[in-house]
């Protein structure tokens, strides 16, 4: 299994509904991101959560981080058709080269139906 | 402020040729990571430069890839010789602060071998 793994793989709701995803991870993190790639394009930074954070809000955003069950969600409130992309949850952490690189899960896809 | 840009967006080679991707991080990020997501498969990371130095390149597949970042300013990534599995997108990313902030990514060239 890996790092950041996201719950559901896809999720399919209706416009002005909330959307919930989570992320699971294995090892102690310095940071926990999400991100959110629309179909053949870039990721597109979303937030950082700290790991001495519990909940951040931006915009319909909210993400919380459990580092007790190495777990984070990410809600998204009042959807909307634009919100349909996929979402990924990434994990930093000192791997000993001091690089802090990001380790992602496979993603949920949500799509919003108008 | 201009994000980070990558060239080319798309790169269609046949196995054994040689192909260069670049990318130009944000102005005055210090770090740049290379990352790829081949077919079905989560984002990986590749390597990780401080300017014009290497920090940790325990992602690099194999020694037909070799990136530079000469100067500290844009990065190549080169492939020689590109094999089939060497298709995928590859993204690049640029951060202020090593494990303090957010990596910003660029929009990824998708390489095909055939």
């Known amino acids: 299994s890996q790092q950041g793994e996201e719950d559901p793989q896809a999720l399919s709701i209706q416009e002005g509904e909330n959307a919930t995803m989570n992320c699971s991870y294995k090892t102690s993190i310095n940071n926990l991101q999400w991100y959110r790639q629309n179909s053949g394009r870039g990721l597109v930074h979303l937030i950082l959560i700290r790991s001495n954070e519990r909940e951040k809000h931006s915009g319909r955003l909210r993400v919380t981080l459990d580092t007790s069950k190495k777990s984070s969600s990410l809600l998204i409130t009042a959807s909307r058709a634009a919100d349909t992309a996929s979402y990924f949850c990434a994990t930093d952490g000192d791997s000993g080269a001091g690089s802090y690189q990001l380790t992602f899960g496979k993603g949920t896809k949500l799509s919003v139906i108008p | 402020e201009a994000g980070v840009t990558q060239f080319p967006s798309h790169s269609v080679i046949e196995k054994g040729q040689t192909v260069t991707l670049r990318c130009d991080p944000i102005?005055?990020?210090?770090?740049l990571y290379w990352y790829r997501r081949v077919m079905g498969k989560e984002i990986k990371f590749l390597l990780h430069?401080?300017?014009?130095?290497?920090?940790?390149e325990s992602g690099m597949p194999n020694n037909r890839f070799l990136a530079e970042r000469t100067g500290g300013t844009y990065s190549t990534l080169k492939v020689q010789p590109a094999e089939l599995e060497d298709s995928g997108v590859y993204f690049c990313a640029s951060s202020q602060v090593r494990g303090r902030s957010e990596q910003y990514f660029g929009p990824g060239t998708r390489l095909t071998v055939t």
């Open positions: 430069f401080v300017k014009e130095s290497k920090q940790d």
């Open positions: 102005s005055g990020h210090d770090n």
